[in-house]
């Protein structure tokens, strides 16, 4: 069973876009420990014949129609956001390369075509 | 920036590519892979949303019956086995314009595997056969769409903020990822547009996705690393995002091997990165560099039961699929008598549906295909529109030819048939009537005006007799001028040259 | 206070301590309207959450306009159902479509839900006033309630000591008689435990029984709405009016609900011969506090004596239950909180830069956001559950968490072999202190031992309250567990239970909880 080290945690923490603190980190490094090391003897539990439970019904194929139904009004949809502009949900700025993503950005053709901007 | 470049030729001599694609198909389903919100392209910002779509808490997804039917329909048209049972699983990575910081996707259990699909190429020697094998096809769901603000070039880099729409949140999307292609060499970016296109085909041919790559229907990634000519060996890849034409997934895939290529001659080694391919200079740039702490932490999602698809559905499926695009393109060819080149300008300009419906409502083939690849095209090109976008169907075209044929119009009235169908005026037959474009081969009409011309034109007139036939164009023209085109132009010439004996 | 007010804050404090079933008959006959009822229980509130604190959020106004509509409907058309103008409390981990809804964190502060929660809808369909939003730990990590971002709820019983939880605010609610009923969700013993810690009833039905759609999701494979009551039967009735299939949960179960509320009033016959009742001998003896170990023991005597059949059965795998339960839940948290960025709704910090700087990144605003907004608690969890899904570690404990799963499901199916129930202590313990485990995390834990099994099987459990501890008088809770789907079996044995309890104690356990008027926090 291995051990988590406090780089582990940071690490971890940084997966989760959690920005701990050193004295956060030097806090909860140690309960982790504590927390895995009581549940290190799951390890052994099983052999490997045993098959896993995602799911604690055994249910298959739940579809619904292809219909489409009204949502919720723009209004709506933005009513919790901190901050709208231009009935889009405002964040800021993005960093990373616009091909980090597989599908998310509209190109900057799309942008000059836009008289509202 | 510019980067080095090794010539294509030098590149092959040195180097054996690996290629893979990996392409994105955005389905037409009427609404969300999770939820009921519509899926139409364009709506106003945030107004196609639900709970489910925006990721709110609480709310739960559902998975759309037709999703998993076009999907397993896909599946079956590139020859994939049907997973008998399989789940869909969380992909965890943090993006604003993702609403629950994981993608709902599947993960080693796709609904689709182990396929294949051949692709022709044209080659100095005649068109060659290339077997692209398909690894997955798998299920999941579009991101939203961000808007960047500010900033000096108007891209992320240097954006003050940004606007994000969640209109396109959950669309289903399926990801077609084929295995290496190995071997294809020189031919290898011919390989690469040669298998998008067919896959375009193959989806329009299943009526499951616009596959209208400008409007991000269909997206192509594409993978590419280079070995040592002969080693056998895979080299580091690329991963080359958003090629949004098939034009550029040729170019994108020639402009890695000569950038790698240089790279690896000057004794460097490949970034394995993502990069980014810039339609407008025809280059790509770097991107993320690609981890391996990469984690995605994926598991079961456990708001969704496992799609475990009936054999008997799948095999009523399968029995159903249309005729590969393959398959169809050849029985047409011979059928309608077209060379080679007429088949790959029709199926080129993506008529070949309009084409053959235009033939079955009764038009010769050569004119069906006149119509569609000029004139329509021409139209087309002028608005904007995609051929079958435009409001005038088959049946119309057929119409059209058809009143050609019986005389009643001549070529530039039926052009004016085509400007009034288009202009929502009617039936071919409607317009015709309404407009009064039926050509005049009445006698007394046409010897009336004929006498008016001679009259008005005593020169030509005098040519004319005096044996100079040719100079009856004159006299033509000013009786069709006359008759605002509609007179039987051989009809005039005989009563000209009658008169004028 | 004038005499006369004083004489019908009285009438109306007396109606608050009758049952919903009590309740419901009383608005059937005329004797008092939902108004009057729900007017009763807002000044019970306004009365003693000062000091319990059951309550995160109350809607006087919603509460009485939908008590209005309700007295409407009752003379013009009759009730829309059997527990219409009843009111009721809600945990904050449901939406309330236009009621702020805050799963007890900061990072959800304000945030008002664009719609409502599938078991809210029915609420309300069923004509059920809804007085407010409970109290829970953060996002229902814990099982004592002071993880709440609010401050804790305090055990009615014992303002020192911890409500059980996480929905300590529900149970809080109805042992303080500030509501009739409540909606509780249980993970691994949120709604059971906090009922034994206050005497108060709780059920976790069936996994699939009951529509999670609106749940804030912990552990979207564990999680279950369900009644938190003062009696059996008024958990039968709320159990039938929310559950039942919901096509907008895909894990919702597409078949008739069992006859809860018949099975409830065929159990308060006291009659229970025919039915076998297996004792899981892992889960009594060594760890079990003795007084809680004894008003067990004296229960199943009960059932004994009501002619029940007992046998002990074993299940061995239930050692490795709390280690699962402890890497499912992180695994399937993580990634659910994952959504809580910042970026469409709920807190968003903005991190200070250095002048000249350029502005914070979305990430940046991400990662401070989730560095204020979550509590310890909730980071722990995040933390381990992120580490637990991570590539190398999945087969090694996620992996195998899962396959425990299967030997759980397993251990039940066998014991079920020999046995019609199951049964146990409800908690090992009666209320501890506040602040007693807060900085032990594992030691908290442990007070889940016995109700986690069943949330990894997906099968129903009831909590019902068996008695005081000698040692500090506080409430012990006696836990019965049915196979998936036969929920109306634990409501039959819960409900023969109460009654021979009830009849033993000459009145309900909760006549004895002190009195909170002049309490003050």
Sequence with gaps: MPEISREEVAHLADLARIDLSDAELDHLAPQLAVILDSIA????????????????????????????????????????APEVDQQRFSVPRILGDLCARETGEERASDRATDPSL | ???????????????????????????????????????????????????????????????????????????????????????????????????????????????????????????????????????????????????????ATGRIHGADHSLVDYNRAGIPLIEIVTKPIMGAREKAPQVAKAYVAQLRDVLRGLGVSDVRMEQGSLRCD???????????????????????????????????????????????????????????????????????????????????????????????????????????????????????????????????????????????????????????????????????????????????????????????????????????????????????????????????????????????????????????????????????????????????????? | MSERDERGATERDGLTRRTAAQLADALASGETTSVALTQAYLERIAAVDGPVHAFL?????????????????????????????????????????????????????????????????????????ILGKTNMDEFAMGSSTEHSAYGPTHNPWDLDRIPGGSGGGSAAAVAAFEAPLALGTDTGGSIRQPGAMTGTVGVKPTYGGVSRYGLVALANSLDQVGPVTRTVLDAALLHELVGGHDPRDSTSIDQPMPDVVAAARQGA????????????????????????????????????????????????????????????????????LAKFDAMRYGLRV?????????????????????????????????ILGTYALSSGYYDAYYGQAQKVRTLISRDFEVAFEHADVLVSPTAPTTA???????????????????TIPANLAGIPGISVPSGLAEEDGLPCGFQVLAPAAADDRVYRVGAALERLLIRQWGGALLDRVPSLDGAHA
């Design chain 3, 350 to 382: 903005v991190p200070d830069v250095a002048e000249g700087a350029a502005p914070p990144s979305a990430e940046d605003v991400m990662r401070a956001t989730r560095d204020k907004g979550f509590g310890d608690e909730v980071k722990r969890r995040i």
């Design chain 3, 432 to 450: 501890f202190a506040l602040g007693e485990k807060l900085d032990d995390p594992v030691a908290m834990y442990l007070n889940d031992l016995a």
């Design chain 2, 222 to 501: 594409v993978n590419l690393s280079l070995s040592p000519a002969g080693a056998g060996t895979l080299g580091t890849r690329t991963e080359t995002k958003n090629v949004n034409s098939l034009r550029s997934v040729e170019r994108a895939a020639l402009y890695e091997i000569s950038r790698q290529a240089a790279i690896l001659d000057g004794g460097g080694s490949i970034l394995q990165e993502t990069r980014h391919w810039h339609e407008d200079t025809g280059v790509t740039t770097s991107g993320r560099e690609k981890s391996d702490a990469e984690d995605y932490r994926y598991f079961p999602e456990p708001d969704l039961v496992p799609v475990a698809p009936e054999r008997e559905w799948v095999e009523r499926l399968r029995s159903e699929l249309p005729e590969p695009p393959r398959d169809r393109q050849a029985r047409l060819q011979q059928e309608w008598g077209f060379s080679d080149l007429d088949m790959r300008d029709t199926v080129g300009a993506g008529a070949l549906g309009l084409v053959e419906e235009t033939i079955a409502a009764g038009c010769p083939p050569q004119a069906a295909r006149k119509w569609w690849l000029s004139e329509l095209a021409r139209r087309a090109n002028e608005t904007g529109l995609d051929l079958t976008d435009l409001p005038v169907t088959p049946a119309d075209v057929a119409r059209i030819q058809a009143l050609l044929d019986e005389g009643r119009i001549n070529d530039k009235l039926a052009r004016q048939v085509f400007d009034g169908v288009l202009a929502g005026e009617g039936s071919p037959d409607e317009v015709v009537a309404a407009r009064g474009l039926e050509v005049v081969s009445d006698d007394g009409a046409l010897s009336a005006a004929v006498d008016e011309a001679i009259a008005a034109n005593p020169d030509v007139a005098e040519k004319i007799r005096e044996g100079k036939t040719a100079a009856s164009g004159a006299l033509i023209g000013a009786v069709m001028k006359q008759m605002r085109g509609q007179a039987d132009a051989g009809r005039v010439r005989e009563l000209i040259l009658e008169k004028l004996a």
């Design chain 3, 57 to 129: 959020h109350v809607d006087a106004e919603g509460a009485l306009a939908q008590a209005a509509a309700s007295d409407r409907r009752r003379a013009a058309d009759g009730p829309a159902s059997a527990l219409d103008g009843v009111p009721i409390a809600v945990k904050d981990v449901l939406a309330t479509r236009g009621l702020p809804t805050t799963c007890g964190s900061r990072i959800l502060e304000g945030w008002v839900p664009p719609y409502d929660a599938t078991v809210v809808d029915r609420l309300r369909a069923g004509g059920l006033p």
């Design chain 2, 1 to 151: 920036m510019s980067e080095n470049l090794m010539s294509f030729e030098d590149a092959m001599a040195a180097f054996d590519p690996a290629m893979g694609l990996e392409v994105h198909v955005e389905l037409n389903t009427v609404s969300k892979m999770f939820c009921g919100c519509p899926t139409e392209f364009g709506a106003e910002p945030n107004t196609q949303t639900c709970p489910v779509c925006l990721g709110l808490p609480g709310a739960m997804p559902v998975v759309n019956r037709v999703a998993v039917e076009s999907a397993i329909r896909i599946g079956l048209a590139l020859n994939c086995e049907i997973a008998a049972w399989c789940r869909f699983a969380r992909k965890n990575y943090f993006y604003p314009d993702m609403p629950k910081n994981f993608q709902t996707s599947q993960y080693d259990e796709p609904i689709a595997f182990e396929g294949w699909t051949d692709v022709t190429i044209e080659t100095p020697d005649g068109a060659e056969v290339v077997r692209v094998d398909i690894e997955r096809a798998h299920m999941e769901e579009d991101t939203g769409k961000s808007l960047h603000v500010g900033g």
């Design chain 1, 41 to 80: 003897s799951i390890s052994q539990a099983a052999s490997d014949d045993v098959p896993p439970t995602s799911h604690p019904m055994p249910m298959t194929n739940v579809f619904r129609e292809d219909v489409a139904r009204p949502g919720l009004t723009a209004e709506e949809a933005l009513s919790g």
């Design chain 3, 269 to 336: 016959t006291g009659d229970l011969r025919g039915v076998r009742v297996g004792v899981i001998s892992e889960l009594t003896g060594e760890g079990y506090q003795s007084g809680v170990q004894s008003r067990f023991d004296e229960g199943v005597k009960l059932l004994v004596d009501a002619g029940a059949e007992v046998v002990e059965v074993s299940c061995p795998s239930f050692v490795h239950a709390l280690a699962a339960y402890y890497l499912i839940l992180p695994a399937e948290a993580s990634s659910n």
